[in-house]
């Protein structure tokens, strides 16, 4: 690491030319430079200051579901681009091939410590994981199936909110999905991670039995910057973050990613 302590000295533009692509990766947060692998092996969590860096929906399923125990539903819905928005049917065949999915949520069955669980994971890496009427029909099928076989919900979230293409279409899915909540009587754990934000956060994500955040995560409805606006106001240190929305009781639990698996089945096994 010796080297590196230099290179911070003679200036982080210079460093940033000599970093071999791929092996090492700045923290977002406290600006570290860290080894690639040992990041990966620590769950993509930051060794010096915990931060969290954004991983997609393949991680998760990992991380949280029974290996080889996914079986993912409803991969043929499309989008019907209802407003014919300019641009937005290539938008989605870039975001397929980059993402290699097929919308900005994958739903399915799948088991966590052998227990059977519906499931529903979001990938901000595809249109931000934005919610269309793609992403909100398959999150109320996840539901109404749990609803049908009794089976508790999991949802991991991350997303900018509404997908502006879809307009009001995209805004229905907020009623869509909170509905079909409404009906379910299994326990339903539904985790945020950075960002869960608007439209998605103001239905599905925020209605959890269980709410678990992860640390730092950015959590709100409207963004710092256009809320700051709006008031005229500064806003509190850390506001809209994970840890400040524990203490302000909007969220049960902020629990770190290496922790999650465990948090769950415990949950699971006292819920069910
Ligand atoms: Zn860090």
């Known amino acids: 690491m010796k080297w590196f302590q230099i290179r911070k000295k003679i200036g982080k533009e210079s460093a940033k030319k000599e970093i071999p692509d791929g092996l090492w990766i700045k923290c977002t947060s406290c600006d570290e430079i860290l080894y690639k692998k040992e990041v990966e092996k620590n769950l993509m969590v930051c060794s010096k200051c915990n931060f969290h860096f954004r991983v997609n929906s393949a991680f998760y399923k990992k991380l949280l579901l029974d290996e080889g125990s996914f079986t993912s539903f409803d991969e043929n819905i499309q989008t019907a681009d209802p407003l014919q928005f300019k641009g937005y049917v290539k938008k989605i065949e870039a975001a397929r091939k980059e993402s290699s999915l097929s919308e900005a949520v994958i739903t399915g069955e799948?088991?966590?410590?052998?227990?059977?669980?519906?499931?529903?994971?979001?990938?901000?890496?595809?249109?931000?994981?934005?919610?269309?009427?793609?992403?909100?029909?398959?999150?109320?099928?996840?539901?109404?199936?749990?609803?049908?076989?009794?089976?508790?919900?999991?949802?991991?979230?991350?997303?900018?909110?509404?997908?502006?293409?879809?307009?009001?279409?995209?805004?229905?899915?907020?009623?869509?999905?909170?509905?079909?909540?409404n009906k379910l009587k299994t326990p339903y754990i539904s985790i945020l991670t950075n960002p869960t934000t608007?439209?998605?956060?103001?239905?599905?994500?925020?209605?959890?039995?269980?709410?678990?955040?992860?640390?730092?995560?950015?959590?709100?409805?409207?963004?710092?910057?256009?809320?700051?606006?709006?008031?005229k106001k500064e806003l509190p240190d850390g506001f809209q973050r994970a840890e400040f929305l524990l203490e302000h009781g909007l969220i049960d639990m902020i629990v770190?990613?290496?922790?999650?698996?465990?948090?769950?089945?415990?949950?699971?096994?006292?819920?069910?």
């Open 256 to 272: 770190s990613r290496k922790n999650l698996k465990d948090t769950i089945i415990s949950l699971l096994s006292h819920l069910c």
């Open 198 to 231: 608007a439209g998605v956060l103001a239905s599905y994500a925020s209605l959890g039995d269980i709410l678990i955040a992860e640390p730092g995560a950015l959590i709100g409805f409207a963004g710092p910057r256009v809320i700051k606006q709006t008031i």
């Open 110 to 181: 799948a088991k966590i410590d052998g227990r059977d669980v519906e499931v529903a994971i979001m990938d901000f890496s595809f249109i931000g994981g934005s919610m269309g009427s793609v992403v909100g029909e398959r999150v109320r099928r996840a539901i109404e199936r749990a609803s049908k076989q009794s089976l508790p919900l999991l949802t991991v979230n991350a997303s900018g909110g509404a997908r502006m293409h879809e307009g009001i279409f995209s805004l229905m899915q907020m009623a869509k999905t909170a509905t079909a909540l």
